[in-house]
């Protein structure tokens, strides 16, 4: 489900950033649902644990149940929004893109981020 959210909220962001009140590296939101995770996603990364690499991913890690979340609300909102043919359109088009996003993301960590292929890429440098 969480792969599935991923480009409905990328696009149904950009219409809420449209009308922005408070600005982020960039990007623009009134939403308090995604201003609450930024919010504490750069919370972690400006303290002591996410000053590092590994701290930095632990905190994107340990913010995806909640940007999932964030997901799963927008999905519902946009799916009853949508008429029914439409709601199908965007199904076949969310089950095609998880389809790519998982290709993909076992190709980068089977063949970029494998210690077995060190030889090979150098892990992927």
Do not use: H
């Not at 809420?16 to 995770?37: C, H, L, M, Y």
């Not at 076949?92 to 190709?107: D, G, H, N, P």
């Not at 960590?109 to 494998?114: A, D, K, M």
Request: charged letters at 25%.
């Amino acid at each position: 489900m969480k792969l599935i959210l991923l480009p409905i909220f990328i696009l149904l962001t950009i219409n809420i950033f449209a009308q922005s009140t408070e600005k982020f590296d960039g990007i623009e939101s009134n939403d308090i649902r995604i201003i609450s995770v930024d919010k504490t996603l750069k919370k972690c990364l400006s303290a002591n644990e996410g000053s590092t690499t590994l701290g930095m991913k632990q905190c994107y890690l340990d913010n995806i149940p909640k940007m999932d979340n964030v997901l799963n609300i927008v999905y519902k909102e946009v799916l009853k929004m949508l008429k029914k043919d439409d709601q199908e359109r965007l199904k076949v088009s969310q089950r095609a893109w998880i389809k790519f996003y998982q290709a993909e993301t076992t190709l980068t960590n089977e063949v970029f981020r494998s210690w077995s292929n060190y030889s090979k890429y150098q892990y992927g440098s």
